[in-house]
């Protein structure tokens, strides 16, 4: 018998069954990748380092959403808004597994290689080094948060009975539309104008 023209496995593969996986529970197993590729489950650690390397290749998945020209925009306030809107979309198409990378420490090269960019744009820009990662961390962490709420029902305050909450009914009934956009909008710039009353306010 021949050998098949397509590659029955492969990394990219692996990486979108995992991420449908994902998408669908919030987490993935070996032997349900297999399976929803028809291979053994053996088969899929000859591409990949056990369950963290899969991770690794959802990150890179996941993140390959982002735009990485942003970074390369002036000043450094503006690069730094459009990489954290371009992250926040990339994430939000799969909000599920935000939880799962976030318990695992970042080794993607390529996504590595955007953290060393943002690093370089921070100092090029006069923060001290010791501020730049807790800058870093704090913009993920409006990302990421914002990322999780539009997976969030529509309705995250029930409010049975409006007589009980009366202030709350009535910021829930006048907040209108698009509410994780425009708190997301208000996160950022919150931060954003905290960063820029740094030693670089100037920009």
Do not use: K
């Amino acid at each position: 018998m021949g050998r098949p023209r397509t590659r029955l496995l492969d990394r990219q593969r692996i990486a979108a069954a995992a991420l449908e996986l994902v998408d669908e529970q919030g987490e993935f197993s070996g032997p349900q990748i297999a399976r929803r590729l028809g291979v053994q489950t053996g088969s899929l650690y000859h591409h990949v380092d056990g369950r963290e390397g899969i991770i690794e290749l959802l990150r890179e998945r996941v993140a390959g959403a982002i735009d990485p020209a942003t970074l390369d925009l002036r000043p450094w306030d503006s690069a730094l808004a459009a990489w954290a809107r371009s992250y926040r979309a990339a994430f939000a198409a799969h909000p599920r597994a935000v939880p799962l990378l976030m318990t695992n420490p970042v080794r993607a090269p390529r996504v590595l290689d955007q953290y060393e960019r943002i690093v370089a744009l921070l100092i090029d820009a006069g923060f001290p080094l010791p501020d730049v990662m807790p800058v870093v961390i704090a913009l993920e962490n409006v990302v990421l948060g914002s990322a999780l709420d539009l997976a969030a029902p529509e309705v995250m305050w029930d409010v049975a009975d409006a007589t009980r909450t009366p202030r709350l009914a009535s910021a829930l009934a006048a907040v209108g539309e698009n509410r994780t956009d425009r708190a997301f909008e208000l996160a950022l710039e919150a931060f954003l104008e905290h960063a820029r009353r740094g030693p670089v306010a100037s920009g």
